[in-house]
């Protein structure tokens, strides 16, 4: 019997290699599409000045808003790079039995936290509503880029509850019926390389936050900073840091892999998801066309890539927590959001 076998030309590619490519191709194309037609929209709707309650960032350009949000990006990047070689070796662990989802049942989960997800916004901004206070997104009002609205310890507090229970407790109780810690990728399957590149993660965007957030930080007293950065890391911990790494990363990324089947895929779609996440951020305005579009312009700007990168880490390790500690709970939130909380609580 014959076992002759059809020769590949020179410099051809087998299908399984075009797919692959096509796999990635696509995905990276339409994230820059997304990009780009943010930054347009910003410059064409923004062209007067941006309004919003941003009082640190009050005097910047428009030109300067986006230059910091793509400078970002390419922070990202170069840490996204940095991340692919440290965790190198890691990749083919998501073949693991543990990282398998069926693909019909995935797609029909993933169906369901989107729909979960988009009930619980709905749900919070009623809540937000009975309590008098600002919409509830996944941030804080004035996270980030602080607030002249007056924030109550109260409202802080529902903040945090609401969004543990409805995007943390609710979908991981549920999903914990029938999967297993590690197949929510919330066990690590290799603790050195996960600490490795949390440290390196970590270490990196501490020197940055740092140096952008370091004189509000280093103003505060020894008490403030003390009681004020234990209140800031539970609060932050418990209002977005479980929420996003329960619903997002543990539940959500490992279905998008399961049904688009591409890495790349996952992480832009990781990203959108994070972005829509923080839809009623606090300084959001829908009350027109313009500065709805402004809003969700410069969302897409401010949560797009950082959620992409969170998803990165995720994937790449397996493990839903190393976004939580390489590149959430301390860095950025500790560092530029302990003054919030401080003048929230009225620490002294």
């Not at 990047?77 to 940095?82: A, E, M, P």
Request: with cysteine.
């Amino acid at each position: 019997m014959s076992t002759d076998t059809v020769a590949t030309p020179a410099g051809a590619e087998s299908r399984p290699d075009r797919k692959r490519r096509r796999g990635i191709a696509w995905p990276v194309w339409m994230g820059l599409g997304i990009w780009l037609a943010c930054n347009v929209a910003v410059l064409a709707v923004g062209a007067d000045g941006i309004a919003f309650d941003m009082p640190d960032m009050a005097g910047w350009s428009v030109g300067q808003r986006l230059l910091a949000a793509n400078a970002v990006v390419l922070e990202l990047v170069l840490l996204s790079t940095l991340v692919w070689r440290l965790a190198r070796g890691r990749q083919a662990s998501l073949a693991a039995p543990r990282h398998r989802l069926d693909r019909r049942r995935a797609g029909r989960e993933l169906a369901g936290l989107v729909s979960y997800a988009v009930l619980a916004q709905a749900v919070g901004y009623w809540v937000a509503g009975i309590a008098g206070g600002p919409p509830i997104s996944f941030h804080l009002m004035g996270t980030l880029h602080g607030t002249h609205s007056p924030v109550t310890p109260g409202q802080a507090v529902v903040w945090a509850a609401f969004n543990v229970i409805a995007y943390a407790v609710v979908p991981l109780c549920w999903f914990a019926r029938r999967y297993t810690t590690r197949q929510m990728w919330l066990r690590s399957s290799n603790p050195s390389n996960d600490r490795t590149v949390i440290l390196v993660v970590l270490g990196i965007e501490t020197v940055l936050q740092l140096s952008l957030f370091g004189g509000a930080l280093m103003a505060l007293s020894g008490s403030q900073l003390a009681v004020g950065g234990v209140l800031t890391f539970g609060l932050y911990f418990l209002g977005t840091v479980l929420p996003t790494m329960i619903l997002v990363q543990a539940l959500m990324v490992p279905r998008l892999l399961a049904v688009t089947r591409s890495v790349a895929a996952s992480v832009m779609l990781g990203g959108l998801a994070y972005a829509a996440l923080h839809f009623f951020d606090g300084w959001t305005d829908y009350s027109n066309a313009t500065t709805a579009t402004l809003s969700l312009s410069l969302l897409m700007l401010q949560y797009f890539a950082p959620g992409m990168f969170k998803a990165l880490l995720t994937l790449r390790t397996g493990n839903a927590w190393v976004h939580a500690w390489a590149y959430h709970s301390v860095s950025p939130h500790l560092w530029a959001d302990t003054p919030l909380i401080v003048k929230v609580f009225g620490i002294r």
